[in-house]
């Protein structure tokens, strides 16, 4: 195949395993691609991750999530040797297309979907004023409801005012700790 061929051919596709195994799967295929000396027709393998921000144990933790379970992505160029290498990878269930015809991922969700993943140490804001009724969702107060009295935005600590045995008391949470009452 010529080289403005192969280019033209080029394109991401979406290839559905078993959830979990996402990572096994991109690593087996890579192994695959090499041993079979198809790196003229697969070029990437990735499964598409980005940091979020998570509490763990009353801390705050960056940690990579999957953004589609279940879900890796492959560019390549479809030919019958290509898609067979694919296709009978362990634990791949299948392209996600009609049929046996897989469906390439257009230029413009591919391009959203790297800046996703490239978008670097997730930001948090604290959308909260003081006076505003919030349940807590997380740790040991969870499930108790209370109002904002102090805002920290430096620690993303919030001091909220939670009702106990009748009386007032403040609790210094996480920004994640509570949502909004509505």
């Known amino acids: 195949m010529a080289k403005q061929q192969i280019e033209q051919d080029r394109n991401w596709y979406v290839i559905h395993t078993y959830s979990g195994y996402e990572d096994a799967v991109a690593k087996n295929l890579k192994q695959r691609i090499e041993s079979l000396a198809m790196e003229d027709k697969i070029f990437n393998v990735i499964v598409p991750k980005e940091k979020k921000i998570k509490i763990k144990n009353g801390k705050r933790k960056t940690v990579e999530e999957k953004i589609y379970p279940g879900y890796v992505l ?4 479809v030919t019958d040797e290509s898609w067979y290498v694919v296709r009978n990878t362990p634990r791949v269930t299948g392209f996600l297309g009609a049929g046996t015809t897989p469906i390439p991922v257009s230029k413009v969700e591919m ?3 790297i800046k996703r993943m490239d978008a670097g140490e997730p930001e948090f804001t604290i959308d909260f004023e003081i006076g505003a009724t919030v349940k807590v969702n997380d740790g040991p107060f969870k499930g108790f409801e209370g109002k904002v009295s102090e805002i920290d935005k430096e620690r993303g600590k919030i001091k909220v005012l939670v ?11 996480d920004s994640l700790q509570i949502k909004k009452v509505s």
């Open 163 to 173: 009702n106990m045995f009748g009386r007032d008391t403040p609790v210094e949470l």
């Open 111 to 113: 391009e959203d979907l």
């Open 74 to 77: 492959v560019e390549m160029v």
